[in-house]
C-alpha cells in the first residue's frame, strides 16, 4: 500500500465547507449539527471549518442551520476546569486540535465562542488561575499543631493545577505521567501530613500518581 499525506484542505473554496456542512444536516435528518457529529459523517474536519470561519456557531450561521445551544450556559469554571484536565492529561499547553472526545469534554469551538479565540480562552485560563493566592510557607507555619493550623485542609483545583504544572505533570516518587500511559492518575498530596499539622501551602504538597499515594497512606498507617 502506497504511503501518502492526508489531503490538504487550505485551498477548498467557503462553499464548498459550508455545502457539506449542509449536507451532514440533511444526512442526518437534522437543524444542527454538533462538532462530533460533522466530524463523523463530513468530508473535511471540523477544525477546518472553524478555522476558516472562526467560530463553530459561525459556521452554522453561514449553513442556516441551528446553533447546539445545550453548551452556552456552561460556567467559565466548569471550561477552566476542562481546560487544567486535558493539560495535565497531555503534560503540556493544549492545542487546539486536541480538544476533542475523549480526552476533553468540551470542543475548542466552545472555547472560541465564550471567549473570541482559542488564544484568548487561554489566556483567560493563565489570569483566572492566577488570580487565587498561592501559599509559601513561611517558618511560622511549620510543625504547627493539628488545632494549630492556618490553611485549609482542602487543597482546590487551581493550587492543584500549580502545583502538578510545578512538578511537571509527573509523580514524585515514580515519575509516571498521564502524558505517556493515560491510565495514571495524578493525585496533590501534603508531604507532612494534615493531621500531624502539615500546612495546605506550595512548599508542604507534591504529585503523587494515585498508586504511590494510596501506598504513602498505607505506610502511615503501619
Known sequence: MKFELETHHRNTPDADLIADLKRVAIQLNKDKVTLDEYNDYGKYHSTTLTRRFGSWFKCLDLAGLKRTRSKLNIPNEELFENLMEVWTKLGRQPKYDDMFKPLSNFSSGTYEYRFGSWRKALESFVKYMNEGEIEVEPKSLKRKPTSGHKTKRNINYRLRFI?????????K???????????????????????????????????????CNIGKSDLNLT
Do not use: Y
Open 163 to 171: 502545583v502538578m504544572r510545578r512538578d511537571n505533570f509527573k509523580c
Open 173 to 211: 516518587n515514580c515519575g509516571r505521567s498521564p502524558a505517556t500511559d493515560s491510565k495514571i492518575i495524578l493525585h496533590v498530596d501534603h508531604k507532612e501530613a494534615w493531621a500531624n499539622g502539615g500546612e495546605t501551602v506550595m512548599d508542604n504538597l507534591q504529585t503523587l500518581c494515585s498508586v
